[in-house]
């Protein structure tokens, strides 16, 4: 088996510039060695695209893969074991829809990252932050009104962890931490999927989303933060939040602290969409259902907002249980408000900043991880060919064809 791959006659996307170049590209010990015209590897794996686009491995940076029904409630009820079992099915059909990294927003942990970095299962690489921390009746609580004990011993499945307090946010941000969250996630607003909250309300103090910030940066990592409304977009990036996530009610203050931190934003459009259409179905429980009219219209104005204003996009989808095969219609979506190119630099080398991994993913620069996308179709000139995932011709991680 041979552990180098040459490209034949590619159209090569410089998603920085926006421009196309037809030429070669060899890979060798999963990175990408060279890029040009007339390249040469006797021992190669070599694949003639006759003039096939290829794009950067793609990147969303808001998934949850062990969500495995949108009744996250129920997250906890079931084996650990079983929830693994989805989650593996799960990242490996993003990976055949052309995503080879995805920064999970809570659930996923250290076994399923080291799993796949191993070859136990397929996947995208996984980014992982553990549990999100939440505050008591917030967006991360996910019992109802009747219930009144927690069980967050860390073998049970779930998205969230409580901790209340100053003191006791540190001690869960370094306790994630110390099970090698890439990144740290808080819930710094209401949400859809939580039983007892509203969306329109804040979460944790100013000190709260502070101390979190601190601990982060202590240990070189980042936090994100769950934020629909202004008012709660607006605090968190005060504290120092890296990436909001969501941010569909955010204002034109929002925009300029996005831009004045250097921060990110990471629509999630898809998924409102998905569970107006789909989340009964799926396990959304009626209350939940109820309270997504309002943040599915507003997203969109959000994300139009922010491109006008120069913040930094990210892509991110948020899907859950049975709809997660949507992954890929985030970026139909995004196309009504923003250039093609735009949408694919969202996908790719402004999410591998987010992530602080640019020049080693989401490029196709000499150096950086050899994970690609094949596409029968210009996704410049038309947008389905990436938001249909049956234009993708192969998908290539760490130099290996894993898809076609």
């Keep these: 088996m041979t552990d180098s791959l040459l490209l034949r006659n590619a159209t090569l996307l410089d998603v920085v510039s926006g421009e196309y170049t037809e030429g070669d590209l060899r890979c060798a010990d999963g990175r990408i ?27 969303d940076a808001h998934v949850h893969v062990t969500a495995l029904t949108a009744g996250l409630g129920q997250l906890p009820e079931l084996a650990p074991s079983y929830v693994a079992a989805h989650s593996a099915r799960t990242m490996g059909q993003m990976l055949d829809r052309g995503f080879t990294t995805v920064r999970d927003a809570s659930g996923a942990d250290y076994g399923l990252a080291d799993a796949q970095a191993e070859g136990l299962i397929r996947g995208p690489r996984l980014l992982f932050c553990g549990r999100a921390l939440s505050q008591t009746g917030g967006h991360g609580d996910v019992r109802g009104r009747g219930t009144h004990r927690h069980d967050d011993h860390p073998c049970c499945a779930g998205l969230g962890r409580i901790a209340d307090g100053v003191d006791a946010v540190r001690a869960a941000a370094r306790d994630e931490l110390r099970k090698g969250a890439h990144h740290i996630k808080v819930m710094a607003s209401g949400g859809v ?34 934020a629909y409304t202004a008012r709660a977009v607006n605090r968190a990036l005060e504290a120092g939040v890296r990436s909001i ?14 831009r004045e931190h250097d921060a990110y934003l990471v629509p999630t459009l898809v998924t409102y969409w998905a569970l107006k259409e789909e989340g009964r179905a799926h396990g959304l429980p009626e209350a939940s259902w109820r309270k997504v009219d309002e943040v599915l219209g507003a997203g969109l104005a959000a994300l139009e907002r922010a491109a006008r204003g120069g913040v930094n996009l990210v892509y991110g989808t948020d899907l859950l249980g049975g709809m997660h095969r949507h992954q890929n219609e985030e970026f139909r979506l995004r196309r009504e408000v923003q ?36 596409l029968d179709g210009d996704p410049l000139a038309d947008i389905g060919a990436l938001a249909d995932p049956q234009h993708i011709r192969y998908v290539v991680q760490g130099g290996e064809v894993v898809t076609g």
């Design 33 to 59: 060695v060279e890029t040009g015209r007339g390249l040469t590897a006797p021992d190669a794996r070599t694949l003639d695209l006759n003039g096939a686009f290829v794009l950067p491995g793609l990147i």
């Design 193 to 226: 999927a939580s039983p007892t909250d509203r969306i329109d309300s804040t979460q944790y103090s100013d000190d709260e989303l502070r101390a979190v910030v601190d601990e982060a940066h202590a240990a070189n990592r980042y936090v994100a933060a769950h």
């Design 245 to 258: 996530e969501h941010g569909n009610l955010l204002d034109d203050r929002s925009v300029e602290l996005l």
């Design 339 to 374: 250039d093609p190119i735009e949408v694919v630099r969202a996908a790719t080398v402004n999410a591998a900043a987010l992530v602080n991994m640019t020049g080693e993913i989401g490029t196709l620069e000499p150096g950086a991880h050899a994970d690609l996308v094949v």
